[in-house]
C-alpha cells in the first residue's frame, strides 16, 4: 500500500512539473487561444523533425530544425481583438517574473513593441519567446537546444520593411 501511495505522489509530482512554459506564454495561451480570430499552433517535436526530413534544406537549415523541440504560436487576426489588446503590455512582466529569461532583444518603434526573451543553459538557448504588441500581437515559444550561432548567419536585420528577416 505504501508502494503504491509512493508511486502516485511521485507520479503527481512528475506531471505538475511537466508544465515548463513561461507562466506568461502558459496564461496567454489560456486566456486567448478559444477566442474567434485567434490562431493556435502547437507543433511537437517529432513533426518538426519529419518536417526537417523531408524538406529541401541545407545543412545549418536541418540543424537548425532539429535543434528545435517544440513550437507554440499565438497569433491574433481579428481586428476588433487586436485594437483591444497588447500581448507585450499584458505578458512581458510575467515573461520575466522570476528573471529566468534574458531580454536578447527589444524593439520598440511607433507603438510597435517586440521582445525576444531567451533562456540559456550553458552554451545553448533552450527556450525562446517573441512577443510582438501593438497594431499586430503575437506570441512565439521555442523550446530545444538553439546554437546561438546557427542564428547568427540567419538573421538579417537590414530590411527596413521586415523586423526579422530570416535567410533561409
Known sequence: MKRIFLILAASAFLFASCNTNPPGVSK????YS???GVTSITVPGW???IAGK??????TELELLQSIDKVKVLAIE???????????????SQIN??????E?????????????FGKMDEEVITEMVI????????MVYLKGEIKPELLNNKIDLSDPDKFLSLNF
Open 47 to 49: 513533426l518538426i523533425s
Open 34 to 36: 478559444h477566442e474567434n
Open 97 to 102: 517574473r522570476n528573471n529566468d529569461y534574458q
Open 54 to 59: 523531408i524538406g529541401d534544406l541545407n545543412k
Open 28 to 31: 496567454a495561451f489560456s486566456k
Open 131 to 138: 512577443l510582438v504588441g501593438g497594431d499586430e500581437n503575437v
Open 78 to 92: 481579428n481586428d476588433e481583438l487586436n485594437a483591444r489588446i497588447n500581448l507585450h503590455d499584458e505578458f512581458h
Open 104 to 116: 536578447l532583444l527589444t524593439v520598440r518603434d511607433d507603438g510597435e513593441n517586440v521582445t525576444i
